[in-house]
């Protein structure tokens, strides 16, 4: 069986690096790979060169099995795919479930890494996992290098300079990873979080966590956020007024699975933020936390910054498709057997990730 | 009461001695890591095997032809004696894991 | 003249070293002397007395000789081929002898009395029913507990309902035949010490039979402070001073140690001779069910395991995150360094709640980046690692993942830590982990619980590593 | 006594913010700013309401008897300036000397912060000092951005990540503020410098201090790098060239004063490093101590991002503006007396820092 | 005979009082009660005494009754006035009383057999002959010891060169005019109980004479346990049991403490003795010159300065970073606010190498920010703070910053941490900082010089507090 | 030799008792704090004062009219009783840090 690793489109990562194409063709499986696809991740096709054909992109569409590609493809590409082919990608149907039917129509078989169960056995291939923690630390990259000011506190001869609050506003993985990155460089963080259950994982990494008591909480949710009351909303939205107009930095990162974005930071608690403050809004892709955020847009509101950008793994390719590629792999583990497809339908994994059977 | 008074002038040293016994008893025991405590518990034990002692001595002033008597001291010895050695060896290997490292 | 001097001397020596000796074995690293001391001490006395110059001794030496042999090839045999986890119970045997020895010596001394060979007074006679009685306790209790130690006999089996009330008759009695002994003598059948004596020994079972087995180590101890007593009462039979003093310190120290113990257990002695299998529970796991044992550690006893150890592996989890127990982890890994130890971290690539979370711990207590392992590195060496700490992890190290095919994480690679010599988990209670499945690992036989909080457990256990 | 406060050209950065504004009317200056000067740093115009007067630019230069303005002034700007006025700015006389002449010529009074000893008294007027720290740490955060990877270690489900390598080429303020920021942030981090000194200074801040034998010491420079020997130079650069080979990041702080900066990475260094590695060169404005580092330009080189900016102060200008006004108001409280100039030539700092005289 | 009985117990007793009391004593908990109970052990005892029947007992109470009034008085006053800081001395001179009085039951009997009033044989003369040397030792050198604490006599007044040879010969004469008085009795003169009551005397000056003023506490340990070998003696000559025993016991008991001092400072007892002033200079703080002393304090001292004061704030310098002590200077707060001291840090701006530099160190051991004070804020609670420890700071507390127009860093704002009531400086030397210039703090009366790497300081300030 | 061998067989339960005393002496003492050596030696000092009662039994035997003993004694007395006193008195002073705080 052969798969084909497409070049991204506005994407430096790629789904297989060098290191993880090893391991692939230990599995039995033959590779290629679109010329140039890893080049701004930091491959080059030549450390490609002994474990993949590297081609161009018609004859990969054309000869391989299986298609790997991290952003969903559009049509125009689905348009070049022959029937029956078989593409692992991320379909994100709990968005729009119109996508299977395209798919099934277009008799392509699918695979969508989004749909991997969040449980602890799936945990290496669960690419929302990886790609998250990416996005957390980078959000604080992005937040110190557009703040006017320093993170950590500084008592120097030319004055002494208090540390920058940070507020995380949704704990999951990314909130995590953004506490962490946030606390290493020195700022005072704080979290909030609809999920009581991650108070504990909040402050396990030392930040405060801000409650906001009354959240409704759905056990049954597998572990993802529900839909909470309007009077919740209201009481959360005066309390993240109150904390936003302290914050130096604020990073959003709440979503509820399959809908839009909660907006939880309204234009007005933006006027009241201090001139200089930055709001990076990882949500963004779902409409934004915060009422502002232009989707993959930097703007400036009353000298806040808002950075609206839910795609911030993009923006550290190589270990990005390192971890990417890691996922895959083992995803393909337990799909592949001797080179050869061989799907245990059974499997809550593979049942989840196929989402055209 | 004069009995007592009696004993105590007679014995008093002796009195004084065993005192003094239980109290270095209870303070050469203070401060024990509890994994010494089998160890300690089993050293202890070989030495209360000093009751031996009685078996010797009143083997060595039974007459020669009193079978009652030197059977009983010797199996008196027999037990004594397990409990001493045994007692001793087995301490010893119990603490065979503190030896000193390097 | 001369002579009997000298032997006064060494009598006085071994005397000496008993203590300083019994003083050794109490701290860790002097204790091996410590034994060896007394033993010598114990080898003194004894060639002492096989030659004190005695009035009207025949010596017998043959006898002695030969019962000096027989024990001490049976002692000398038994504790080398004892298995370490079944040592207790060998001491619990030993003990049993002494106490037997010293029933014999008062049996002896009754049926001379009784027999027309000597004429003992009432003070006479009180040290010598004493001995019996304290004697018979010591060996049968003894006994008993051996048997319930080895688990030959089972807890149930040998209680009676109310069977304090039971032990109170068996003391109201034996004190009573013991004074009406002594006081009626010489109006005293031999039969009637036969009858004491088997009412002592049955005493004895009784005494021992409704304390749970967990706190057998603490019976122990207390019926060998009972042999130091009867040994020192014999002591007085003999007028002899060493076993007089010896006796009476090993009673003393016995006794402490046995308030010890129970202390280090939570418990009071009285609870523990009277509490029977209600309290001994507690000595048990907390969430123990079923037939599944955890065995807990205490810290001291940790503490040791990882002093003495050549190479020692950390495996952090969450738990170490809650407990922010991370710089006393750090502290803990330099103090072992210091002693020698060579300590690693392995981190499973799942640990905590956020990809890396266990980095970023680690990072702010500044392990250095060259001690951690992941997963593919650190399982190839748990075979030849001494002890593995798991410090509030859960999910992460555990075996189902792959020997239980219906297991919710079957097929995980996971840290395979049961692989070492010694395994000591770190965590509050035997609760579940982030993925809500039980974890066999507690239950391995090389596995020992250390229950508490972690950042408690760490600080504790840093002490306890500096005191040795 | 007038002080005027210029807004800054290219910079966002203002000489004078509100919290120092009370503080230099207590010295009984009194205080004009040009309308709009603090913006760019996060200070409004109404912040300065009580304190200043804001007033249009032109005003300004004419009735404020002295200006402070952070950069260098330009021809431009002087020929407006009326003789007798006096200016307070960094002139850098030891680049290039002429500059002294050209005032002096046109009859101003001019104070180079940059000419004030780097004595402990003098610290708390040491702008070098201050906006050094500034730019080691925006350098750490600019080259994070810039990797393609992550800087902390990584043992996760999809892959375990190795700590980035950092290397910082010359330890003084600023290089050392560039590792105390890495190493908060989970890199490993090695450092240069010609200065044996500084070996326990880099130590102390948990950095392993890479040396070359041989430098030439100058006890006399004034704790300044003083030039080296073309040998050691040579060593040093093989040296450096091993290093960065392993090293993910380069950040060079290395500067002589009055002198071109020290090219210690050569062009086949770079073409050596890994791609996605990144070059941040605080000495670019002085030549660079990447012979391939371009002034204010992030260039990449064959996957390596060469950034070269030696003004990163500017970019975090809140801070940096309160620092620096600190450290003018340092320095005028030791020229001022009651609302007027009273310089005591005797002063080392003010006849250091009078450069007309 | 009931009463004489009672009283046998009741000295029973106080000696049993006396042992618990020491061992008490050696623990800081129960050290107080400790003190209390041998007292009353004591009071026991010397009441039981003044009551026990004797033969051809005059009484004479008024006397009695007298001295112990006038002496009682005496001692309480003493104890209730004297200074803190001048107890030592006060102890050295207590003991040298309790020598002098066994001294004066020394020369009694001498006095009575060379006067015909009584005819002691050669085994109590010895006896007698050694209270009188030890006792005199004793009495003289602890006025010595008392004199070169107090700061009377300073130490190279009173010695000679060679002066171990001069003891030497003191010895020998000693012991032989005690040999000779013992062997040659009856043949021996008043006039020689005299002289060698003298000569014993001026032994006791010289043997404390070359040893150094800060090791005095080591020799009054020493003197102290003689004084109890003199009264186990004096036990002898009065064939009293409680006297005997109780001095044997505190002679043992002071011989083990003085081992045990001379641990503390690294030295060994004979190195202490014979040592003189070659090695007493290492107390003194290196460094030293000219007039100005830096007065240096022991990690113990310095512990107890700050576990019993109320509140602390640390000064950083880059001495902490060197040392990289920072997390074991977290670890010394923790402790210390969890015995309710307040811990702050004053950070001054330009403290290390780099502009935030102890930002970045305590950040990395995660001292909260709250904590930590900047130079406007530190100042104004200087006076109100019990104890500043500088950890590696410098030029940052230089004084001459603020008070010496000359010095390059006049006119600098420092921490003016010479105005707490106590200041803990922690450096390796008394060597200049970053500006080269002399620090007058380490000289000012309320410093206190910690010499020694910051990091090792600091883990034993730590273990010290542990011990609290 | 003889002589030895006859005061050890008349005395031998004082020697026993005073090496058994020795030991305790030394076992008391053991894991002082450093803190501690001060008052502990101050402690002990107060102790050895106990060759007071030297001095009180020397007055109580002695004759009313031997002023030369009564003198000396009382003296010794006075000086006995100050150590005691003064020794408990200061140590006990220097305790008073150890006060239990709260
Ligand atoms: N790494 C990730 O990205 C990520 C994200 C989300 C979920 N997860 C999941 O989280 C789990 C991680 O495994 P793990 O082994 O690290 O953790 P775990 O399986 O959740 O177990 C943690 C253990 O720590 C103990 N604990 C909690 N607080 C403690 C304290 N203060 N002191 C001592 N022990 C304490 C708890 O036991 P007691 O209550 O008995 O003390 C608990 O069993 C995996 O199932 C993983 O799938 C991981
Ligand atoms: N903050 C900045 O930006 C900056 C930059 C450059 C220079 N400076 C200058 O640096 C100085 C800073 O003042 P400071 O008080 O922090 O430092 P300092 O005056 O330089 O004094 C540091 C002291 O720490 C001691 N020390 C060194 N290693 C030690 C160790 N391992 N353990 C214990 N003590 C140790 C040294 O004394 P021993 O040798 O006796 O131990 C030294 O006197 C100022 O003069 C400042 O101007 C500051
Ligand atoms: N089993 C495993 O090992 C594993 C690994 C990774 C993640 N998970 C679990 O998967 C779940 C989802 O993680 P994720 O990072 O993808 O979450 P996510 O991106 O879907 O949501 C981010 C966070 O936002 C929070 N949120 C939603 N609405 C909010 C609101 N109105 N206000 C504040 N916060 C709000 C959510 O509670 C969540 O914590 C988590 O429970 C996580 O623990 C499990
Ligand atoms: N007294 C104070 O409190 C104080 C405050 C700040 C700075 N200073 C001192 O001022 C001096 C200058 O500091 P700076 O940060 O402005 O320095 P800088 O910017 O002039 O130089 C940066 C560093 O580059 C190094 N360097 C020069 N040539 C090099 C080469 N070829 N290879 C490697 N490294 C090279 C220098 O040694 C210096 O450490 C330092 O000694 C510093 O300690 C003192």
């Not at chain 1, 039917?101 to 749909?115: N, P």
């Not at chain 1, 909040?202 to 049954?220: K, P, W």
């Not at chain 1, 993009?314 to 895959?328: C, E, H, I, R, V």
């Not at chain 3, 409704?210 to 009972?226: H, K």
Request: charged residues 15%; hydrophobic residues 50%.
């Amino acid at each position: 069986m052969i798969l084909g690793v497409l070049k991204e489109t506005d994407d430096r990562r790629v789904a297989v690096v060098p290191q993880v194409a090893k391991k692939l063709k230990d599995l039995g499986l033959e590779l290629m790979i679109e010329a140039g696809a890893g080049t701004g991740a930091g491959y080059r096709d030549a450390d490609y060169a002994d474990l993949a054909k590297v081609v161009a992109r018609d004859t990969l569409i054309q000869q391989a099995d299986m298609l790997a590609v991290i952003n969903q493809p559009d049509a125009a590409l689905l348009d070049h795919v022959p029937a029956g082919k078989y593409l692992v990608s991320s379909f994100a149907p709990f968005m729009d479930d119109s996508v299977v039917e395209d798919l099934k129509r277009r008799s392509l078989h699918a695979f969508s890494m989004d749909m991997i169960p969040r449980t602890t056995l799936a945990q290496s291939m669960d690419v929302l996992s990886s790609m998250a923690s990416i996005a957390g630390y980078k959000a604080v990259l992005k937040a110190a290098d557009h703040l006017l000011k320093y993170f950590p506190m500084m008592i120097t001869a030319a004055g002494s300079i208090k540390p920058a609050k940070v507020l995380v506003i949704g704990a999951g993985v990314a909130g995590l990873q953004a506490i962490a990155t946030a606390r290493r460089l020195g700022a005072v963080v704080e979290a909030f979080d609809t999920r009581s259950a991650v108070k504990e994982e909040v402050q396990s990494l030392g930040a405060r966590f801000v409650e906001v008591e009354g959240a409704t909480e759905d056990a049954a949710a597998g572990g993802y956020a529900v839909a909470q009351s309007e009077e919740y909303m209201r009481r959360q939205r005066e309390l993240v007024q109150e904390r936003a107009r302290s914050a130096n930095v604020i990073i959003t990162t709440a979503q509820v699975r399959g809908r839009k974005a909660p907006v939880i930071i309204p234009a007005d608690t933006v006027e009241h933020m201090q001139p200089g403050s930055v709001i990076v809004d990882l949500a963004a892709s779902t409409g934004g936390n915060c009422a502002l955020t232009q989707n993959d847009q930097v703007i400036n509101h009353n000298g806040v910054t808002i950075i609206g950008d839910s795609d911030l793994a993009g923006d550290m390719p190589q270990d990005a498709s390192f971890l990417y590629a890691n996922n895959l792999l083992n995803l393909l583990k337990i799909m592949i057997k001797d080179g050869e497809l061989a799907l245990d339908l059974e499997n809550e994994i593979i049942s989840s990730a196929c989402i055209t059977k | 009461m004069d009995q007592l008074i009696q004993f105590y002038n007679q014995n008093d040293l002796l009195i004084w001695l065993l005192i003094f016994t239980i109290i270095l008893g209870f303070e050469v025991i203070s401060k024990v890591p509890s994994v010494l405590h089998t160890p300690l518990m089993s050293g202890a034990n070989a030495i209360s095997g000093i009751v031996i002692i009685g078996a010797i001595v009143l083997i060595r002033q039974a007459a020669p032809d009193d079978y009652v008597t030197l059977g009983i001291g010797t199996l008196g010895i027999v037990l004594g004696m397990t409990n001493v050695v045994g007692g001793f060896a087995v301490t010893n290997r119990m603490l065979e894991m503190f030896k000193k490292k390097k | 003249m001369e002579f009997q001097f000298f032997i006064d001397v060494a009598l006085l020596l071994a005397a000496i070293m008993f203590i300083i000796g019994l003083r050794r074995l109490s701290s860790p690293d002097t204790a091996r002397t410590g034994n060896l001391l007394a033993a010598f001490g114990m080898g003194v006395a004894i060639i002492a007395m096989l030659i004190y110059p005695l009035h009207s001794a025949t010596n017998n030496y043959l006898w002695i000789a030969g019962g000096m042999v027989v024990g001490s090839v049976i002692g000398q045999q038994a504790a080398m081929k004892v298995k370490l986890t079944a040592m207790p119970q060998l001491v619990s045997l030993f003990n049993g002898f002494g106490g037997a020895c010293a029933v014999l010596l008062g049996f002896i001394e009754l049926y001379k009395a009784t027999h027309g060979q000597s004429q003992p007074g009432v003070g006479e006679l009180l040290i010598v029913v004493f001995t019996l009685l304290v004697g018979s306790v010591s060996f049968t209790g003894s006994m008993l507990a051996f048997a319930k130690l080895d688990g030959r006999v089972k807890d149930r089996k040998v209680t009676f309902r109310n069977h304090q009330y039971l032990n109170m008759a068996f003391i109201a009695i034996t004190l009573g035949m013991s004074v009406y002994i002594a006081v009626a003598y010489p109006a005293v059948s031999f039969g009637l010490v036969i009858a004491f004596i088997i009412v002592s020994l049955i005493y004895g079972f009784s005494f021992v039979a409704p304390i749970g087995g967990a706190d057998m180590p603490v019976v122990i101890s207390l019926l060998n402070s009972f042999t130091g007593l009867t040994a020192a009462a014999a002591g007085l039979i003999y007028d002899n001073q060493i076993m007089l003093l010896g006796g009476v310190f090993v009673g003393a120290a016995g006794t402490i140690l046995t308030v010890l113990m129970c202390q280090a257990m939570n418990r009071s002695l009285l609870n523990v001779v009277i509490g029977g299998f209600g309290s001994s529970a507690s000595s048990i796991a907390p969430g123990a069910t079923g037939d599944k044992v955890a065995r807990s550690i205490t810290p001291a006893d940790a503490a040791i395991l990882l002093y003495y150890s050549k190479s020692v592996v950390f495996v952090p989890g969450y738990g170490l995150a809650v407990a922010q127990a991370q710089k006393d982890c750090k502290e803990l890994d330099e103090l072992l360094e210091a002693n020698g130890v060579s300590v690693k971290y392995a981190i499973h690539p799942v640990a905590g709640r956020m990809p890396g979370h266990m980095n970023v711990l680690l990072a702010e207590a500044d392990v250095p980046y060259p001690k951690l392992l992941d997963l593919d590195e650190a399982n190839p060496i748990m075979d030849q690692t001494d002890v593995v700490v798991v410090v509030g992890a859960n999910d992460v190290v555990n075996p189902s993942a792959i020997d239980e095919p219906g297991s919710p994480i079957y097929g995980m690679p996971v840290l395979e830590v049961w692989k070492a010599k010694n395994v000591i988990v770190m965590k509050r209670s035997l609760s579940v982990g982030y993925a809500g499945i039980d974890n066999p690992l507690f239950y391995h036989e090389r596995n020992h619980m250390l229950f508490g909080d972690a950042k408690q457990s760490m600080q504790e256990l840093a002490r306890e590593v500096k005191e040795l």
